[in-house]
C-alpha cells in the first residue's frame, strides 16, 4: 500500500494532525479499480431513493475498505454547516443530529478546503464530533462531496486500530463520493422543488374562492388547473354585487411558484375590494393597475373583469392585456372581440376601457387564462379557435368547462397553470315554485328572483318594485311567524298570464294580529300595490295570495 | 355580501347618514343604531340620505320612526332626503304612513332645514 503523498500544488489551512492528500488518479490496480467502479456505479443504485443510495454506498466502502465506519455530511448552506446525514458504525453520528461548522475540526475543514484529509491518530489531532473520540476511532480518512464545482458534503472512514490510509482507499472513497454527490445534489433540489410545490399549491388553494355563492338566475363554473411542475399565479373569482349582479373576475400574474401565487391573492382581494365600491369593470381594472404600481416591486398580470345584469343580460366588460372572452350560444359559439388594455403594471397611469355586450337567456360566457390555449409553435389566435370549437356544443358551465378541458389539455399535463370560469344566464321558469329557509337574509334572495321572474313576464318598473315590495312583505311576515324550533321554512309561488299575475306565500306558522305599527304598515304596502290580497287560515299555517295586473310602466 | 351599507359623515351641526343598497329586516336595526351611535350630543340633529337607497320596506320604515322618536327625546331633529322618483318614496307612498320626518329633496335643503331656527322661535 502506497504512503499518502501531501499535497504541494495548494496549501490548505489544517488543523494538527491532518494531512491533506492529492487527488488518487489511476493509482488502483486496474482489475481492482475496475471491479469498484463496477460496484460504485450498478445501475440499479440510481434507481433508489437517496436514502437507499446512500445506505447501499456506505455498504459498499465499508465492504471495499474494511473500515469500521463510514460517515456522510451534508451542507447546510444556510447555516454553513454540515450535518451527519448517513453513517455506518457511528450512526449515532445521525441520530444525534451532529452538525459541524465549516471550516472547523475534521469534516468542516474538508468541507472548507475542499481536499481529502488523512488523519492517522485522532488523539493528536483536531476533531470536534465527540462521537469520534468516544467510539475510540484511532485513524480517519475523508473526502469533500463536490458537484459542478460546489462543495455538497464531506465522506469520511474511519478505524478503530491505527490505520495508514493510502491512496488506493482514497481513490475508492473518491469514487463513491463521485457516486453520492450528484445524487445528493438532486434530491435535495427535488425536495427544494416539492416543497416551494407543496408551499404555492396550498397558497394557490388558499387563496382561490372557498365556495361560490349562491347566485339567482346563473349558473357558475370554475375550474383551477394546476401545471404539471410548477404553480403559476392564475385566478379567477365570482362575487356577489348589489342589485343581483354578478361579478366574474379571470387573471394571470406573469412568474410562477410562491411570489406568483401570493402577488395573485393580493390582486383578487384588490379587484374584489375595488369592485364592491361599485366601480365598474373598466375602472375597476385602472385602479387595480395603480395598486400594483404602488407594490413597489417589479409586478405584472392580465385579468378581465365581467360584470353581468341578470335583468338586463347586460355584460360590461373590460381586460387589462388578457385573452378574449368566449360565449357559447345555442347557435354555437363566438370569440367577442374585444380590445385589451395594456397588462396590470405595465404602463403608468394606463387607461382601460369597457366594453358592453348582451348574453343572451341560456348563453354561457367562458373567461380562462392563456395555459388553456397556448402551445408551443402555434399562434394563439389558434388556440383560441380550438377553444371556440371544443365549448361549441356545452348546454351549461360545467359542460364547457369539461369540453374545454377534455379537448385542450393534454393527457402529459399542462405547462403552464389554468383557471377557467363560466357563467350562464340560467332560463327562469314561467312559474315560480320556490322552498325558502325562514331567515330575513332571505329575502334579498326572494327579491332577485321575483324581479327577474316580473321581468321575463313583461313587468314594467312600476310593476317590479311595487309587486317586489308586497311579496317581500308577506315573505317578512312568514319569516317573523316560523316559530318552529326545526329549521324553518316557507313556500312561495307565483304564476300569470295574459299580464295578470298571482304571488302565493305560505308559511307553517299562524299569524297573530298585526303587531304594532310595523306589521300593521306592511299589510298596508302589500294591499295598496296589488290588486287583491287574500289571508288564508289554514291547519298548517297561513297563506297570502296577491294578485296584480301589470301595467307595464 | 352585504345589501347595504352606511357612509357617516360631519356637516356643522349635524350628521349626515348616507344610506345605499338595500333596507328591510334583515339589517334596518343595525343600520339604525349604526346612525344614531354616531350621533353627537350637541348637534342639531340627523340628514338621513336617502336618495341612493334601492329597496326599503316597512322594517326601515319602523326604524326610521324609532330613530325620529330618539332623537326628539333628545331635542334633535331628523330630516330625510328622499327624491320624488326613488324607491324609498315609493315605498313610503304604498304605506301610507304618516311621514317620519321633515323629508327634501336634496341634501343641501336638508342641511338648510335642519340649521333654521325652529318655527315660532
Redesign the interface.
Known sequence: MAEPRATRTHRPRLGSGQIALEPADGILEPSEQVRSSLRFSDPSLSELPLDRLLDELLNLVQETLEVDTVAILLLDEDAQQLAARAAKGIEEEVERGVRIPIGGGFAGRIAAERVAIFIADVDHADILNPILREKGIRSLLGVPLIVEGRIVGVMHVGSLQPRNFGQSDLAVLQLAAARAAPAIERASLAARLEHEHNVSVALQRSLLPKRL?NFVGVTVATRYLPAREEVGGDWYDV?????GRVGLVIGDVVGHGVAAASLMGRLRTAVHSYA?ESHGPGRTLELVDRFVHSLGEPAMATAAYAVFDPYTSAVQYATSGHLPPVVVGSSGSRVIDVTPAPPLGAFPYGRCAEHEFLLESEEILFLYTDGLVERRGVPLSDGIDALARAVDEADSPEEACLAAITGLVPVEGLRDDVAIVALQSSPVPDELHLRLPAE??T??QV?RILRRWLVERGGGETDV??V???V??AC?NA??HAYSPAPASFELHAWGDNGDITVAVRDEGQWRPPRG???G??L??IA??MDDVQVGRLDSGTEVVMRRRLLYR | MSIADVQLSQAPGALVARLTGEVDMSNAEELGATVMGATPQDAYGVVLDLSAVEYLDSAGIYVIHGMRASLQSRGQNLVLVIPARSPVHDALRLSGAERPGEVVEELDAALRALNAPPAGS
Do not use: W
Open positions: 355563492g362575487f356577489e354585487l348589489p342589485r364592491i330575513p337574509k329575502l334579498a327579491r318594485a311595487e317586489t315590495i308586497a317581500s312583505e317578512a319569516i317573523e305599527e310595523n306589521r304598515r306592511g298596508t304596502i295598496s300595490a
